[in-house]
């Protein structure tokens, strides 16, 4: 898939390019809340326990230690649930946005109505978007998110938004480390 602007399709929120293990699938959508418990609980795994931010006193991070132990507990069960059925597609280049996805073409079948997206490679459980049928242009598939859940969406940006942000500190550090 060749490398252009998609706002035309995606619209004017934050794209990012990125390599996915994303397919077709008959899984049920997942739920809104479940989608964010999923990004929470991966962004926790990722930032390592890291604390850069200020403690604000023993209660607060008392709160703060038992908030990311619940997270972290949730998401192990979700691991060991999706464990039984660990088959996964293979990762794709994509461009993805809050509001759809541009995928190679053939990705999906052209009446596919669920696509399953896996956010990180270490979690075999998906994120599973409705979507329309397939757009084909030259050699991509454009897809629009269907229907509408606003909680699955706002997961979905903010997770789109981390990969952004470290992508970019990945540019700044080639940059000042080169030159």
Same mark, same amino acid.
């Given at each position: 898939m060749s490398e252009r602007?998609? &706002?035309?399709?995606?619209? =004017?929120? /934050?794209?990012?390019?990125t390599s996915l293990a994303v397919g077709p699938t008959m899984r049920p959508v997942t739920h809104g809340e479940l989608a964010a418990?999923? %990004?929470?609980? @991966?962004?926790? !795994?990722?930032?390592?326990?890291?604390?850069? +931010? $200020? *403690?604000?006193g023993a209660a607060d991070e008392t709160a703060l230690e038992?908030?990311?132990? =619940?997270?972290? /507990?949730?998401?192990? %069960? +979700?691991? /060991?649930?999706? &464990?039984l059925d660990p088959e996964r597609p293979p990762v794709r280049? #994509? %461009?993805i946005s809050r509001g759809g996805v541009v995928l190679p073409a053939g990705t999906l079948p052209d009446d596919a109505d669920r696509l399953a997206l896996y956010l990180s490679d !270490?979690? $075999?459980? $998906? /994120?599973v978007l409705g979507v329309e049928p397939p757009?084909?242009?030259?050699? *991509?598939?454009? @897809? +629009?998110?269907?229907? +509408?859940?606003?909680?699955m969406h706002d997961a979905l940006g903010r997770? @789109? !938004?981390r990969l952004h942000r470290r992508? #970019? *500190?990945?540019?700044?550090?080639? %940059?000042d480390g080169g030159g």
């Open positions: 602007d998609w &706002s035309d399709w995606l619209g =004017e929120t /934050l794209t990012v390019s418990r999923l %990004v929470d609980g @991966i962004e926790l !795994f990722e930032a390592s326990g890291s604390r850069n +931010h $200020p *403690a604000h038992l908030q990311r132990l =619940e997270r972290k /507990l949730d998401l192990l %069960v +979700h691991l /060991l649930a999706e &464990s280049q #994509v %461009v !270490f979690l $075999p459980q $998906p /994120l757009t084909r242009h030259d050699e *991509a598939q454009l @897809i +629009h998110w269907s229907p +509408h859940d606003d909680r997770w @789109i !938004f992508d #970019v *500190a990945e540019k700044r550090q080639k %940059v």
